[in-house]
Nanobody
Framework: QVQLVESGGGLVQAGGSLRLSCAAS????????MGWFRQAPGKEREFVAG????????YYADSVKGRFTISRDNAKNTIYLQMNRLKPEDTAVYYC?????????????????WGQGTQVTVSS
């Protein structure tokens, strides 16, 4: 099993940057496909980005493509989400998630493991 802990959220002005981290416990982290999701108040949790176990393939929601970058360091059991050119509509709680078996990165139901979330607030 994998336990996930996010960090790096905070308050930033529009146009600024933040880097989120997600630290994983467990000896088989490298075998997991990982994703970032976000949930704004009153909205459903939505896919942001995904990465395969070897970091060969990455996937992004259209709303963040070109601004956000997902990466992972299997030696450190950590994934990252670099967020640039942030917009007020990026304000949400950001969650990392992991799956060992599903190949559909976009579906919330693909992921068995979730972190507790970290708040990102972008002021205009």
């Amino acid at each position: 099993q994998v336990q996930l802990v996010e960090s790096g959220g905070g308050l930033v002005q529009a146009g600024g940057s933040l880097r989120l981290s997600c630290a994983a416990s467990g000896r088989t982290f490298s075998g997991y496909r990982m994703g970032w999701f976000r949930q704004a108040p009153g909205k459903e949790r939505e896919f942001v980005a995904g990465i395969d176990w070897s970091a060969t393939s990455t996937y992004y929601a259209d709303s963040v493509k070109g601004r956000f970058t997902i990466s992972r360091d299997n030696a450190k059991n950590t994934i990252y989400l670099q967020m640039n050119r942030l917009k007020p509509e990026d304000t949400a709680v950001y969650y990392c998630a992991g799956t060992r078996y599903s190949e559909n990165y976009y579906l919330r139901t693909s992921y068995a493991y979730w972190g507790q979330g970290t708040q990102v607030t972008v002021s205009s």
